[in-house]
């Protein structure tokens, strides 16, 4: 360490001996804990009140009773056709494209190349692509309403080792400057 850094090193310090040090110290240790004891009885909270040990938020979970290829194959189709309605009815907010999300993923177990053959179905289906662990399916409705149209951008990826969907997002698409 250079005699600068020593100099700053030994201000620092004698800033923080005396009363006023350790009340600061002290405070620091304090608010410390007060967050760590509030975050722990959230989760506690939070435990109790959803009646599980885990976190159910943390994974998605299947409830479906359907065999996953069955599920896929009827599950990703209504999805499509549900996401067509509501892009073509130029909704104000994209909360309705949010809430058939949460309706329909996640899908488990789908064969890859038929849930491709049903996007390109859509006509919003913007493109396919092949990623490292997965593939990536896009639709998108900018400009179906008028040029000055953002529309939504929506995509799917579905994981190459299991079929399984993976981070399905929708976004409101920036205005064309």
Aim: with cysteine; glycine share 6%.
């Amino acid at each position: 360490m250079n005699t600068r850094g020593r100099d700053k090193l030994r201000a620092v310090s004698a800033t923080n001996r005396g009363p006023a040090g350790v009340w600061r110290a002290l405070a620091g240790l304090l608010i410390g804990c007060v967050v760590a004891f509030h975050s722990t009885s959230l989760d506690a909270q939070s435990e109790h009140e959803t009646g599980a040990s885990e976190k159910s938020w943390i994974f998605a979970e299947n409830s479906s009773s359907a065999a996953p290829d069955q599920e896929c194959a009827t599950r990703f189709p209504a999805f499509i056709r549900e996401l067509d309605t509501l892009l073509a009815s130029d909704s104000p907010t994209i909360y309705p494209v949010h809430d058939s999300l949460n309706k329909y993923f996640p899908v488990v177990g789908c064969d890859i190349r038929e849930a491709i053959e049903a996007a390109r179905k859509s006509q919003f289906f913007l493109h396919a692509a092949e990623e490292t662990i997965y593939y990536v399916v896009v639709f998108d409705s900018r400009g179906f309403a008028g040029r000055s149209d953002p529309g939504f951008h929506v995509q799917i990826a579905f994981l190459k080792a299991s079929g399984n969907s993976w981070l399905p997002s929708a976004n409101i698409n920036l205005r064309y400057r």
